[in-house]
């Protein structure tokens, strides 16, 4: 069963726009973490923003913001005022708990953003 | 940077062949993964350690072992390489001892099999 949805097709944004990325996820595990992952052209995954299952606040790191729905299962990201270097792959994952293991993450597909002039 | 560097960043090789990757870290990081990204897949889990010889599968393990004899490095050998083994491999870490357990990657290898 897939854990991780990210079913938006390119994305396209003006620059100086927000923007919202869409995550759904699936677990029966009570304890999880939500991380969003950027992936430019260049190729490194470069982390983003973390959302723990139990935190009671949405997550914010400068632009960026995770919109954490917990009943819907959803952790969308948001990136205020879009810049022309935010263009890139951006990667939903979450962490279950794994015995003997540190964490274990899943991602999702990932969704192409592109941010125009 | 959390100190992380994959050795070949670029590497062609022939079906049939043994090829071993490998990902050096600095910051005596406890857990390691190895992951392989594929275009409409995302990241995949390969194998992963949780410390020195202690390893374990991930969720596509096949065609793949890896060691750990010391904490600095963690090596994914393809015993006999399959072109469906053409891929962009990325060594992860995680910090220790820290609650979010934020894995950090590596600028990735490119491999090739023809």
């Known amino acids: 069963a897939q854990k991780i949805t990210q079913t938006q097709p390119g994305m396209f944004v003006q620059e100086k726009e927000a923007v919202t990325l869409d995550c759904t996820y699936d677990?029966?595990?009570?304890?999880?973490?939500l991380f969003w992952y950027k992936q430019p052209s260049s190729g490194e995954m470069i982390f983003l923003i973390y959302?723990?299952?139990?935190?009671?606040q949405n997550a914010t790191e400068g632009r960026y913001s995770l919109n954490f729905q917990k009943a819907r299962k959803s952790a969308n990201l948001v990136i205020s005022a879009s810049q022309l270097g935010d263009s890139a792959m951006y990667f939903c994952?979450?962490?279950?708990?794994?015995?003997?293991?540190?964490?274990?993450?899943?991602f999702g597909k990932g969704i192409t953003l592109s941010v125009r002039p | 940077d959390a100190g992380i560097t994959q050795s070949p960043r670029h590497k062609v090789t022939e079906t049939g062949t043994p090829v071993t990757l490998r990902c050096h870290q600095t910051?005596?990081?406890?857990?390691m993964y190895w992951y392989r990204q594929d275009p409409g897949h995302g990241l995949r889990l390969i194998h992963y350690?949780?410390?020195?010889?202690?390893?374990d599968k991930g969720e596509v393990s096949d065609g793949y072992s890896v060691s750990r004899s010391k904490t600095e490095d963690f090596l994914l050998t393809l015993e006999s390489a399959t072109s469906s083994q053409t891929s962009v491999y990325f060594c992860?870490?995680?910090?220790?001892?820290?609650?979010?357990?934020?894995?950090?990657f590596g600028a990735g290898t490119r491999l090739s099999v023809l």
């Open positions: 992860a870490i995680s910090e220790r001892g820290v609650a979010k357990n934020i894995q950090y």
């Open positions: 994952a979450m962490r279950e708990e794994v015995s003997g293991a540190n964490s274990k993450l899943t």
């Open positions: 350690s949780y410390g020195v010889k202690d390893t």
């Open positions: 910051e005596n990081h406890r857990y």
């Open positions: 959302q723990g299952s139990y935190d009671q």
């Open positions: 677990t029966s595990d009570p304890s999880y973490g």
